[in-house]
Each structure stands twice: as structure tokens, then as C-alpha cells.
């Protein structure tokens, strides 16, 4: 069966190329990067996810140890910080679940939180950064990615119906009145407009059970070359490929990366003014024509989904806290489920408590901010604000992606410690 052979494949990555055991786990068994595929492998092979997050796991950790002797200081660093946060995470599960559940039980579940919530996979990214070609591994991850959800979305117009199975409407919903006339693609309707005032309506469209997290897939992929536009790379694929991505985030309209995306556009032509007074001139012309953009779209087009957005995140969020303070330590327990929150950082503290909470509050927003400061550049800008904006708005933050790009910041910024030393005549080893 399919499920199996994806396992026996799966193995040959763990000692050796590990990056792709990434790429084959987003694409079967991540439950937020690939929902729809998972339940799919699941009904073949019941434990078919859990074997999948042990080998990722394995993996990880076999990374750390094949390349202990060239990690450099920040990576160190980082994976120090991922290794406590998973070691506070196995030390209360141990003392939440030690009484009702077998070790292997705690075990598992303890792989299943690292693995699909927590560091594992940057662990795995980081400790072998200086193995492959990150930038190219990342055109790899996103184009495959985006190239499926084409496919899906777009294929059945010209009659390619061979990814229809990917579609989680063709799994998830029997009744198709609730979905809407409306709710081809934005190419097939070409109607913008009702597309960003709908956005939920069009995840049943796409292979992501979300409509979030095909918006964060195409909005990256349309920020990462947005970046190579800036930086001079291939400019006319730059632009082409950067259309595609938006293409796909207006059908679902997850307005984090675009402002990632804007940031980034101002950040860059900033630098300029004083080079190139035409560049000064327009953007003061375009600021307050942006503003008053996004004014006219919260009032005319985002405005209803906005509201009842906001409304149950509000609620949400208010409930999940109480919630915290009454499970300080330790987080829920067996004999309590409750809804996942719209945040990351809010689903560590609800899940584990407080002082894991704290732990990514330090791992995944402070200390790389201390490092965007001092490793300053507009790609590692933007990559931070993507995240940050992500992981506290999404509600299903697709986690591979989402640790991908952390991956890629610290990329980023030992690449520009490199160049730094370089320009002030300092050789590097």
C-alpha cells in the first residue's frame, strides 16, 4: 500500500539527506501543512502519521549529532533552545500523563507535539543548513507545493481532473449547497472583488483544509520572489512567479503575508530616497493612496469576514486564557478538549503551560528579533514579520512552512554576520 512504501522512503532520509524526509512528511502527514493526504494514508495505515513523526524526529536529532563539529555559534544556539523547549515539554507530559497512560503512549504523544507544533523540524533544517542549498531546497519546498495546488485548483477547467482526489471538498463535504456559484477560482471567475469579501468560501477549492494555509503557501511563494525581484535575480520569472502566488492567495486572502509583502516594498525603496528622488515622489504619492486602499477594503470588501473573524478570536482568546490561568503549570489534561486557539504562542501555553509558553515566547519571537536587529537586512525583515504575523493570527499555522522559514531567518542573518566581516577586510575561515 501507499502508506507503507511512503514509510520505506521515508527511511532511507533519516541518516542521510534529511531535508527531504521534510518535503515527503509536508506533503503526507503534517496535519496542518497536509490534512487532506494525512486522513487519506491514515485510513490505509492507522499509526501511518506517528510512525512518520518518530522518523522525523530520529531524523533531527542524527542531523544535530552528523553535524555537531561545523555548526556554527547561532545555530548552536538556537537548537540549545529548541532541545530545552522539547526537554520541558517531555518532563510535563511525564508528570501529566505518567499516571493514566503506558511510556510508550507519553512517548508518542510527546513526539506528536515536537513534531506537528513544536522545533523538531527547524531542529532538523538547522543542524543541517550548511549540507545542501538552503535557497534552492526552498525554491523546491514551495514550488512543489504550489504546483500541486494549481493543479487541484485549476486543472479540472482544462479537463485535468487527476488531482481532484487532493481537493478536501471531495473528501470533507457531501452536501455542495453550502458552497456557493461563486466559488471558482478567481481566473475562472475573474470577479476580485467577491473573491476577498468570501475568502473562506474557497479552501474547498484547493488541497488545504484551511483557507489560511494555502494563503500563507501562496504568499510566500509570492514573498520569496518578491525578494529575488528586489535583489535583481531573474527578474521577468521573478514577476511571473510572483503573480502566480498571488493569484492563489486572492482566492484565499490571509492578509499576514502581504503585509509582510508591503513592509518589504517600502523597506526596499526606502533605502533609495536619497539615491532617487522619483522613488521619493512616489511613495509619498502611493503612502496615503495605500491607506486610504486599505480603509476602502475593511469598509467595502473585508469588512463582514473581518468582523466575525475578529468577533471569535476575540471569544476565543479571551476563553483560552481563562483557561491558562486555571492550567498554569501544566496545560490541559487528558479528561479536557479543548479548541486549539488562533496563535501558536497561545497553543504552547493551553497545551503545556506556562513555562513552555515562556519558551517559545523567548525562542520564536524575542531572540530572533534581538537577531533581526543585529543582522539587519530587508530579506530577514520580512521573513520575521511573515512569521510573527502567522503565528499569531493563523489558526492552523501550516508548521513545516512555518519552520522552514525560521530556518531560512537564521539563514539569513549568519549569511549577513559572512558579508559583514568580509567589508570590514576581516578574512573569514
Known sequence: MLAFVIILVSCLFVFKSQRYLLLVFSFTASTS???????LLTRQFSLFPRVMEMLLFVAAFVGVWQNRKTLESLQKKYIQLSVIFIACIVIIAMIKYGMELNMLDVAARIINFSVQYGPVIFILLLSTLHTFDFKRYLYLFLGSHVLLTVLVIYGPYINFYYFEFFKYAYWHLNDFSSVPNISEPVLIRGDVLKTLGNKYLYFVDSCFHNANILGFYAGSFSFIFLLDYLNGKRKLLSVILFVVGMVLWIDAGTKAPVLAILVVIFASYYKSLKKNILWAILIIILFPVSIYAIYYAYNHIFVDSINISLE??????????????????????????????????????????????????????????????????????????????????????????????????????????????????????
Request: charged share 10%; with cysteine; aromatic share 14%.
Open 33 to 39: 501543512d497536509s490534512l487532506v493526504m494525512t486522513e
Open 312 to 429: 471569535s478570536r476575540q471569544t476565543m482568546i479571551v476563553e483560552e486564557f481563562n483557561f491558562l490561568l486555571n492550567h498554569f503549570f501544566l496545560g490541559q489534561t487528558l479528561k479536557e478538549n479543548i479548541i486549539s486557539p488562533h496563535q501558536l504562542f497561545l497553543l504552547y501555553g493551553t497545551s503545556y503551560g506556562i513555562i513552555v509558553m515562556l519558551l517559545s515566547l523567548w525562542l520564536m519571537y524575542i531572540r530572533p528579533l534581538i537577531d533581526t536587529i543585529n543582522h539587519y537586512s530587508i530579506p530577514v525583515l520580512g521573513i520575521y514579520l511573515l512569521l510573527f504575523f502567522m503565528s499569531i493570527t493563523d489558526n492552523f499555522t501550516a508548521i513545516s512552512l512555518y519552520m522552514l522559514l525560521f530556518a531560512y531567518l537564521l539563514h539569513e542573518c549568519i549569511n549577513n554576520k559572512k558579508s559583514n566581516v568580509i567589508k570590514n577586510g576581516t578574512i573569514v575561515a
